[in-house]
């Protein structure tokens, strides 16, 4: 049991650390941020916190709406809310890649960005120990809609979460236009590709993790 969550654990941390550099690269992409970038972005500018700090605080308010939507809450949610934050700040902190000056470089940057972090979502969902804060919210979404792929349920998603981005004052621009709606249609490629249907996952909760673990102790 210990062995097998740890695998787990380390495979939804890995693709929550590769959702963090796509979010990275979409700040470095310099045309305007993702709806949530651009959320995060306007809630550290409002507030004494940092980018990261700040979507860790989202995090946690998602996790609230998800728990009314009946959503499993478990240790990718937990994994989620800490390392996407400081995934972040690490990246940002690093400067691996520059900030970009030009549209083509900057849109080249937004669209590896927004592959990457689908790859990552793919990655750490495949770990069935529940969604992050956002993907579990959208997941939830997704099964209240099942006529619309999952790509355009994120597209809704995503166009509220662009408008309380604006009213704080998060940098919006052409490429917060294109991720909008980039987003949504890279996913569904990439899920496609991978065969993969979020919304068909089992995910393991927090309490039968408990459950599971000291099941595994009186062994």
Not at 2 to 21: E, H, M, T
Not at 32 to 44: E, F, I, M, V, Y
Not at 80 to 103: M, T
Not at 114 to 130: F, K, N
Request: some cysteine; overall charge neutral.
């Amino acid at each position: 049991f210990l062995l097998d969550r740890i695998k787990r654990s380390l495979l939804a941390s890995a693709g929550l650390l590769l959702f963090a550099f796509g979010f990275y690269l979409q700040l470095a992409a310099n045309i305007g941020l993702s709806p949530w970038t651009a959320l995060n972005q306007g809630l550290s500018n409002h507030l004494p916190i940092t980018f990261g700090q700040a979507s860790s605080m989202v995090s946690v308010l998602i996790v609230c709406l998800d728990l009314l939507m009946k959503e499993t809450i478990g240790i990718g949610t937990i994994l989620d809310a800490l390392l996407v934050g400081w995934g972040s700040d690490l990246f940002i902190a690093l400067e691996l890649v520059p900030y970009q000056s030009g549209f083509l470089p900057g849109l080249a940057i937004l669209v590896i960005g927004l592959a990457i972090s689908c790859v990552g979502q793919w990655l750490y969902m495949l770990a069935g120990l529940s969604c992050g804060p956002r993907d579990a919210f959208l997941v939830g979404l997704g099964k209240r809609l099942p006529r619309l792929p999952i790509g355009r349920v994120n597209i809704l998603l995503n166009l509220m979460v662009a408008v309380v981005a604006f009213l704080l004052g998060g940098q919006i621009g052409l490429g917060t236009i294109i991720a909008l709606f980039g987003t949504g249609i890279i996913m569904d490629i990439v899920f496609k590709i991978v065969r993969f249907e979020p919304r068909n996952v089992t995910h393991e909760g927090l309490l039968e993790t408990i459950s599971e673990f000291m099941k595994a102790l009186k062994v």
